[in-house]
T-cell receptor, first 113, second 111 residues
Framework: SQTIHQWPATLVQPVGSPLSLECTVE??????LYWYRQAAGRGLQLLFY??????ISSEVPQNLSASRPQDRQFILSSKKLLLSDSGFYLC????????????FGEGSWLTVV | DAKTTQPPSMDCAEGRAANLPCNHS???????VYWYRQIHSQGPQYIIH???NNETNEMASLIITEDRKSSTLILPHATLRDTAVYYC????????????FGDGTTLTVKP
């Protein structure tokens, strides 16, 4: 069966510090991968998606970047965090094996202080 | 992807059916309707999806109108654990690009 994991689950970082959130998918190959952000009490905002290794599409201009160094690995980064980067970050995957249904990870809470 | 409209909140009595509506008047012929729910501080959970026929699984039923411009998610016997935010999205099934979620409907099941 397929599983998705992301870490760390919670993170408190000072303004101006770097960020690295990691996501991996197991049990499948060549998935589409996504990073979403959710502000408190709001819907999900798509940040990045990737259809293959090294292929990243950005949906909104921001202080964040994404990379896909391996087929089932997706990393969300920032060189210098802003207060506005605080939120709940979700990684997700889909492919034909999932029936083109998107499945989400457990989420990572980031608080920038 | 087509835009969807959902009521911001709904209440339901425990044990009764919860009927959550979604409008998607600009849906295209090859776009599916997907439903997810999100319990606080967790990742969204897939519930069900459909193209034009009504669908049922162990979690819920999905009723899509004949013109496909709206749909209803039905939780037949709501429990307190069904309290969550429910998202309706429409997209092409094989879309290799993006999928967007709106603010959803906050369903509160009351004892």
């Amino acid at each position: 069966s397929q599983t998705i994991h992301q870490w760390p689950a919670t993170l408190v970082q000072p303004v101006g510090s770097p960020l690295s959130l990691e996501c991996t998918v197991e049990g499948t190959s060549n998935p589409n991968l996504y990073w979403y952000r959710q502000a408190a009490g709001r819907g999900l905002q798509l940040l990045f998606y990737s259809v293959g290794i090294g292929q990243i599409s950005s949906e909104v201009p921001q202080n964040l970047s994404a990379s896909r160094p391996q087929d089932r690995q997706f990393i969300l980064s920032s060189k210098k965090l802003l207060l506005s980067d605080s939120g709940f970050y979700l990684c997700a995957w889909m492919n034909s094996i999932s029936g083109n249904t998107i499945y989400f990870g457990e989420g990572s809470w980031l608080t920038v202080v | 992807d087509a835009k969807t409209t959902q009521p911001p909140s709904m209440d339901c009595a425990e044990g009764r059916a919860a009927n959550l509506p979604c409008n998607h008047s600009t849906i295209s012929g090859n776009e599916y309707v997907y439903w997810y729910r999100q319990i606080h501080s967790q990742g969204p959970q897939y519930i069900i999806h459909g193209l034009k026929n009504n669908e049922t699984n162990e979690m819920a039923s999905l009723i899509i109108t004949e013109d496909r411009k709206s749909s209803t998610l039905i939780l037949p016997h709501a429990t307190l654990r069904d309290t969550a935010v429910y998202y309706c999205i429409v997209r092409v099934a094989s879309n290799a690009g993006k999928s967007t979620f709106g603010d959803g409907t906050t369903l509160t099941v009351k004892p």
